[in-house]
Structure formats: C-alpha cells, structure tokens
C-alpha cells in the first residue's frame, strides 16, 4: 500500500489523517506544532520535524491548511519542498487559497520534478473522518484517476474540473452563498425583532421554511447562544477563516474587473464580530449577532 504523508493536523487534517489510519495507510505527519498531532501519533502515525524528511519516507502527501503563511512553511522553506527532490512524489493540495497561489505551488512542485492535483474540500470535520467530502480537482486526469484507492476513502464524490485554479474557484464559489447567508439570516432575524417578534419564535419559523439554507438546522444552538451573549468559541469554521476565504473571494472579482457587492456587505458583519474579539466563533454566530449586538 502507498505510504501517505500529511502536513497539517489542524481541525480538517485530524479528521483526514484519523480516516486513513482507520483504513490502515501507513501514515506520517508533519505540523509545526506537534502536540497538535498528539492524537494521531497515539494511534499509529509517525511523526516527522522536518518537511524534508517527510518527503523521504512518503509516497503522496496531503497538505491541508489554514493560511497562504502556513502553505509557505511547506513549501517554500529550506526544509520545504522547494528544495526537495520530489520525483515520483504525488503532492495533493487541500488547502483553500488563491487561483493564483494555486498555481504557484502547483509550478513549484512541478520544478521539483514532482506531481501536483489541486484538491480543495467541501464539508467539515466529520464528514472528514467520516470519508465523506467533496474534492474539486484540478490538474493531470491520469494522475487524479489513479489515485481512486485513496479517493474513495476520503470523498462522497470527487470531480475532475480541468487544469490548476478551476478547483479552488469551484470551492470558492461554494462557499460564497454560504458564507453570506448567515448575514442575510440575520438581517431577517432583525427585521422580525424590531417588528416586536421574539427571536427564538422568528428563528424556529425561519429553519422550518425556505427561508433556511441546507445546513441551517446543525446552527440552531450556535445562532440562539450569539443572540443570548453565551458564545464559547466551539466551531468547525471560524470568522477569521471566513474572512480569509470571503476576501479571497473579493480579490478574484477584482482580478478579473467585477466587483462582489454581496460579499463586500457581508465582510462588514464579519469585521465586526472581529472587533469583539470572536475570531474563532462560528460563522453562523453573525445571525444571532447582527438582530442584538450589531448596529
């Protein structure tokens, strides 16, 4: 079996890592910090301090994670894998960045002899340990099509979209609609509380109609915990993370002369809740937040 490398056991590459363990890969970890990665050495994975030495003892390394300043530690340090050898190694690249830095990192590894599929995930934590996500992917078919084994245990469904840059505009355009709902949600949750409806009453109607997304159901707790001022900084998706990928949003508009109205509102609400400090509350917490506590 293919021995698979993992740089990142954030939140997301626990959960990934934790699935490929289970499946019984042989796999080794690379994290900046190590106890974050405590739990996976505990059940089996192997632990490397250095990118380099990762590379040497792995076959496909997933790399999953939270900032282009992370991405930058793995692939562009002394240790990284600009100055690696990676000739018949098979980079897949999770992350969520630019189109652009995309393709930046897909020319590095490529100049490194290397093979890189673009690979941007849908879903959350447990559809992650679950095997459960959604891969968009970009870059050689014949490369993505032979690594079905290992496909097939990480995703509910994977789709090829052609060369590097067309996954990560896919996963962004993803997130957009989600992203801007929560302001929207909370928007209309004011309209009803100026309007002398109780909130939780507004809110229950709200989810039990179409004025509810797909997964607005799973925030319920997270929505009436803003409202009430009981926040505990427990999420999957954070506000700062949803800056980050809203303004990544804002940026591609930009490159290509459009501009996002929607999205460039939205980011208010969010800058907002940052300015409170709740950089790692969930980013459905804006609901709750934009009918009480935003003017």
Request: proline share 1%; glycine share 8%; with cysteine.
């Amino acid at each position: 079996m293919k021995k698979i490398g993992l740089c990142g056991t954030g939140k997301m590459g626990k959960a990934i890592g934790a699935r490929l363990i289970e499946k019984e890969y042989n796999l080794s970890i690379w994290n900046r910090t190590k106890s974050n990665s405590d739990d996976l050495i505990k059940s089996g994975g192997k632990f490397f301090k250095k990118v380099s030495e990762l590379v040497d003892e792995v076959d496909i390394i997933i790399v999953i994670l939270g900032n282009d300043d992370a991405l930058k530690n793995v692939y562009e340090t002394e240790t990284g894998f600009k100055n690696c050898d990676l000739k018949n190694k098979i980079i897949i690249e999770m992350s969520t960045t630019s189109v652009n830095y995309m393709k930046e990192l897909s020319n590095l590894v490529l100049n490194q002899n290397g093979s890189f599929i673009e690979c941007p995930v849908g879903g959350s934590t447990k559809p992650a340990r679950d095997g459960q996500l959604l891969g968009l992917m970009g870059g050689k078919k014949s490369e993505i099509d032979s690594l079905d084994f290992l496909f097939s245990h990480l995703f509910r469904r994977y789709e090829y979209l052609g060369e590097i840059g067309k996954g990560t505009a896919m996963k962004l355009a993803i997130n957009l609609p989600l992203l801007v709902y929560w302001q929207s949600l909370g928007e209309a949750l004011k309209l009803t509380c100026q309007n002398g409806i109780q909130f939780e009453k507004a809110l229950d109607i709200m989810i039990d109609t179409s004025g509810a997304c797909k997964v607005a159901h799973l925030k319920i707790e997270t929505i009436l915990k803003a409202y009430n001022n009981n926040l505990n900084g427990s999420s999957t998706f954070g506000l700062e993370s949803s800056l980050k990928d809203m303004k990544l949003m804002q940026d591609d508009a930009l490159k290509h002369d459009n501009y996002f109205s929607i999205v460039s509102e939205a980011i208010k609400y969010i800058e907002k809740g940052l300015d409170q400090n709740l950089h790692y509350e969930d980013a459905a917490c804006t609901s709750g937040l934009i009918p009480k506590n935003f003017n």
